[in-house]
């Protein structure tokens, strides 16, 4: 991602006390933990233009439930503003048609994460940056489905999300890889896919469209 | 068999998901159907416009429910019905018992009525001696074969046509390859016998109008209607959240929740039940009893968020697009209501300590509240009750202690980062099992394997 956006003339800084949103706790009934954590978000975060998230779980924590968990002060609603996911502001903010074509001949299946698509409404932007680097983006009857991961659900009620898993897998269409905007996810399909051995390979949306502008 | 509670959760469903495989194939597949047609009917309407017009009017009756309730008790009276009020299954459960006892009753029928299997109602009419018949096609099945039912409106849902052939090949002796419509025909057969034979039927309710006493009831088989207008005697469990104000709001409910459920513009049968036989009427039953019940309802009305829960008009569009739901069907949740509305139901109407898996039955994905009719905002009910059972002292100590612990270094970013360190050289593939929290992980899923370097060390090196 930070190839990605210096590519495109984006002058990137890493915050280093920048450690979770707090959704982990915000999930398990902890509003008081989330709310912590956000508060030292805000502070990490105080400075930047613009805050890019390879993650649009976290990108829909912090603009959907920040409010709720801090209150609607100015340093929320600037944060909340301010804060996007990596295709959301690469389509809408630095308004990419076409990155490259390093994708081209290339067969992809897009996962969209929950987060990202019902909180964040993010939906069409990956898919039209992966078909903007040359890509074909297969249709996948599962694609807007549940991976299954949901933080700590995966470890609470680990047969059920493996069949959730399973379900995303079972119905790949053939593509020469997987790719997703949210870490969670793609951490959940690997692990499922690794200890079937289908040999699926799943890559970060960051990592492909850098491979869409570099191949 | 009946349900084995919710506390179970996680055995059940891990049991479901190993040993019966066939179920979750039935259910994917009935629910993408049923999830299909909703898409397709709400297409057609201005189904955003619906959906807050029906949230408002279900808010407006449950903010204003004790005058909707004694409105609509003056008006049931006025129609000769006669009303009663149950606090309990078990209260319900005597009023129906006095019922059968004064009028003779020996055989029901009964129309399909979740409420009905909340309450347990079968058990204890053939308790007392009454023998009773599901009608509804789903509800005949899951009768035949002693299973509770694991979907809102197809009881049967996880049952294939092969199970039914099997079933029915035993039991009404049709062939072992007869198609659909020869199944339904044998059933049509054997129940219209029942029907006539019926001193009772026994319904639910859709809606309950207070304005006129109107029991509205929806269906797509006929069997509601000959169960509320042949027998003699009609009992309906009404659950007191059911009421609306007015019978021109039924109208718009009834489409609405038909949309939702099945896709359909609005059920094949729609009764509309103002009271008993009158004089110069043909048929219909000569006492019409409605049972109002409270069992757990108030309670969580009481919840100063989950009680939104209520608006609820159990169309199954949240268990229809639920990816949990479609792994294993109803019977792991454990009680009469599951997917997500059970799950943020149960809290409130069985009590946190027993219901307390189901919240947890969700990744959040959201996928629920978009399909909502009635907007209810099940992802932040789910979190809603997580966090309730914090406050109480119901989550595993490792969890809660584990997250604090979390949070403290989460603020000390050296501290965070140094711990990353150590984690990133366990080796998980050996020692993950053993850890409370990736134990259940590391049973499902191969090891992910760790970068050497942290991102933050990579971007102290500087990333080229």
Request: aromatic share 6%; hydrophobic share 40%.
């Amino acid at each position: 991602m930070v190839r990605l956006l210096r590519h495109l003339g984006i002058d990137v800084e890493v915050p280093e006390g920048q450690t979770c949103c707090g959704q982990p706790a915000y999930n398990s009934g902890q509003p008081e933990e989330a709310q912590s954590m956000a508060e030292h978000t805000l502070k990490v975060f105080a400075d930047a233009e613009y805050v890019v998230l390879p993650s649009g779980s976290c990108a829909g924590m912090m603009r959907c439930f920040y409010p709720g968990l801090v209150g609607s002060d100015l340093r929320v609603a600037s944060l909340v503003e301010r804060t996007y996911e990596l295709s959301q502001f690469l389509r809408t903010v630095l308004e990419v048609d076409s990155l490259g074509s390093g994708l081209q001949g290339r067969r992809v299946a897009y996962h969209h994460g929950c987060h990202a698509l019902r909180e964040l409404g993010v939906k069409d932007e990956p898919v039209a940056l992966l078909a903007g680097c040359g890509a074909e983006v297969v249709p996948w009857e599962a694609d807007e489905e549940c991976c299954g991961f949901g933080g700590l659900f995966s470890a609470k009620l680990p047969e059920a999300s493996a069949a959730m898993a399973d379900r995303k897998i079972d119905t790949l269409p053939d593509v020469d890889f997987v790719t997703s905007a949210d870490g969670g996810c793609l951490l959940q399909l690997t692990g499922r896919a690794q200890k079937r051995g289908t040999g699926t390979a799943f890559v970060h949306l960051a990592s492909a469209l850098w491979r869409g502008v570099a191949e | 068999m009946s349900f084995s509670g919710p506390t179970n959760y996680r055995r059940e469903s891990a049991k479901a998901i190993r040993d019966k495989p066939e179920v979750r194939d039935s259910v994917t597949a009935a629910t993408r159907t049923f999830d299909a047609h909703r898409v397709h009917a709400w297409g057609q309407i201005d189904a955003d416009r619906w959906r807050d017009w029906a949230r408002d009017v279900k808010t407006h009756v449950l903010t204003h429910l004790d005058q909707y309730l004694e409105q609509a008790e003056r008006q049931l009276t006025s129609n000769g019905t006669r009303v009663h009020w149950a606090e309990s299954a078990d209260d319900a459960l005597t009023i129906l018992g006095e019922i059968v006892r004064e009028d003779g009753v020996e055989s029901a029928v009964k129309a399909k009525s979740m409420l009905s299997e909340e309450l347990g109602v079968n058990r204890h009419l053939e308790g007392l001696g009454v023998h009773v018949r599901e009608t509804d096609l789903g509800e005949y099945i899951i009768q035949l074969l002693d299973e509770p039912p694991s979907h809102i409106v197809g009881p049967a849902i996880h049952r294939s046509v092969d199970d039914c052939r099997k079933l029915f090949h035993e039991r009404l002796g049709t062939p072992l390859d007869a198609d659909p419509d020869e199944l339904a025909d044998a059933a049509r057969d054997a129940l219209r016998a029942e029907f006539l034979a019926a001193d009772l039927g026994i319904s639910g309710g859709n809606f309950l109008a207070a304005d006129s006493g109107t029991i509205a009831l929806i269906e797509n088989e006929g069997n509601i209607r000959l169960s509320t207008s042949l027998p003699r005697v009609h009992v309906a469990f009404v659950g007191i959240e059911k009421l609306v104000p007015r019978l021109e709001d039924v109208s718009a409910f009834l489409q609405l929740t038909s949309r939702a459920a099945t896709g359909q513009p609005i059920g094949n049968f729609v009764s509309l039940i103002q009271g008993p036989r009158r004089s110069d009427e043909v048929d219909g039953p000569e006492e019409v009893h409605v049972v109002l019940v409270d069992n757990g309802r108030t309670r969580l009305l009481a919840d100063e968020a989950a009680w939104e829960a209520l608006r609820c008009v159990r169309c199954g569009a949240c268990l229809n697009i639920c990816p949990v739901y479609r792994q294993t069907g109803g019977h792991p949740y454990g009680w009469t209501y599951s997917g997500p509305i059970g799950a943020i139901i149960a809290p409130g109407m069985l009590g946190l300590e027993e219901a307390l898996p189901l919240p947890h039955a969700s990744s959040l994905c959201g996928a629920c509240v978009d399909v909502c009719p009635v907007r209810i905002p099940i992802p932040e009910l789910l979190v809603h009750w997580r966090e309730k059972a914090v406050e109480q002292g119901l989550t595993p100590k490792v969890e809660t202690v584990g997250l604090k612990a979390y949070t403290k270094m989460a603020q000390r970013p050296g501290l965070f980062s140094a711990a990353g360190a150590v984690l990133r050289h366990v080796p998980l593939g050996l020692g993950g099992r053993a850890l409370p929290v990736l134990g259940g992980w590391m049973q499902e899923r191969s090891a992910p394997k760790s970068s050497p370097k942290s991102f933050l060390q990579m971007w102290k090196e500087g990333i080229e």
